[in-house]
């Protein structure tokens, strides 16, 4: 493609560099731009520099924060026994917004996966450990949720966080696996369904 | 959605504001910003920040432009005596894409739409007929293209261009319509192939 201007070339190169984000995107996008006012740019900048500068991660959860630590780990009102261990940020605000989990969090920052050469030292399952051991006199932890995604990787990973888990005589559990809520029975893969015959719970009419 | 941080939420709301990218995608996209390293994001801003300042418009032709007047403007080889009257820029960079053109542009910045307001005071049409006056002398226009899109917004626009021009006494064409190159006529809306049938071209066997 050919630009009527440089700078109209430098900022489709550059947004087009985002995930998911083509060329023409890019341009529909620049082009938007040109027609907001002033301001419209100004803070969209604003705001990414600010991100990218000012961001801090939280020294126990690994969580994003604005501080040296996160609201969740200083929440006074959360249940400092129980720590799910999720593969990514988007994983705890997902949690989160479901208001069903009181708990901390540990983000280990992806899953163990040889293809793409992550091995366990690459993500934060040594600080994970070390936070249960430090925590050990005041707050035990007494269970550690996996929230991990029910892939291969995501199964190596939360065997490998278990059997170290084990050795400290923690309890392990995992989130649930079976049909979604509103899914029909018959669209259900045979694996998850499968699954869920095998983890069948007790019905309890409360 | 909950954010963890501040500027987490100010950068997905800022992101979500552009258009086709809601509050998901925005949330993607920032947490990949913060994957990145730091002059990721720093070439990004500047980008958009001096797409913004620095960015003109051509005077005669209102595309985009580094200087005063634009390349194709001042562009040597370029056709005089020939506008391409279009909507907006993307048009301008499509049409240029093919290489078949070597005429002038000039961009309206949109078509005459009651609906949203847009009467003909608001698009550079007055600019039009003031630049073919300008031009009389050494380089006189002799043809007018209008290549709008065939709507009803764009037909109105032509029809309303066509008239101001015919009192000049310049040439107006417009860009033909029928089946795209390669479309099967089959599949082709009954609109399209009847008015290919109505403005039939003769065959020339070359």
């Known amino acids: 493609m050919n630009f009527p201007s440089k700078l109209i070339e430098d900022a489709v190169s550059e947004i087009s560099r985002l995930p998911g984000i083509g060329k023409k995107t890019a341009l529909r996008l620049t082009l938007h731009l040109l027609r907001q006012p002033e301001?419209?740019?100004?803070?969209?900048?604003?705001?990414?520099?600010?991100?990218?500068?000012?961001?801090?991660?939280?020294?126990?959860?690994?969580n994003i924060s604005d501080q040296d630590v996160c609201s969740i780990c200083l929440g006074a009102r959360r249940?400092?026994?129980?720590?799910?261990?999720?593969?990514?940020?988007?994983?705890?605000?997902?949690?989160?917004?479901?208001?069903?989990?009181?708990?901390?969090?540990h983000v280990l920052g992806g899953v163990i996966s040889p293809i793409q050469g992550i091995g366990p030292?690459?993500?934060?399952?040594?600080?994970?450990?070390?936070?249960?051991d430090s925590?050990?006199?005041?707050?035990?932890?007494?269970e550690v949720i996996l929230a991990l995604s029910a892939t291969m990787e995501g199964d190596t990973t939360s065997f490998f966080i278990t059997r170290k888990l084990k050795e400290k005589g923690i309890k392990v559990s995992t989130i649930a696996r079976g049909i979604p809520i509103g899914g029909e029975l018959e669209y259900t893969d045979e694996v998850t369904l499968g699954r869920s015959i095998l983890t069948r719970v007790n019905y309890n009419l409360e």
Do not use: M, W
């Open 79 to 105: 249940d400092r026994s129980t720590i799910c261990v999720v593969e990514d940020i988007p994983d705890v605000l997902a949690i989160e917004n479901t208001s069903q989990y009181n708990g901390l969090y």
């Open 39 to 62: 301001t419209f740019s100004q803070t969209l900048t604003e705001a990414i520099s600010k991100l990218r500068t000012e961001i801090q991660y939280c020294k126990k959860c690994h």
């Open 135 to 142: 925590q050990k006199s005041d707050d035990p932890v007494q």
């Open 121 to 132: 030292e690459e993500l934060k399952i040594a600080s994970l450990l070390s936070r249960i």
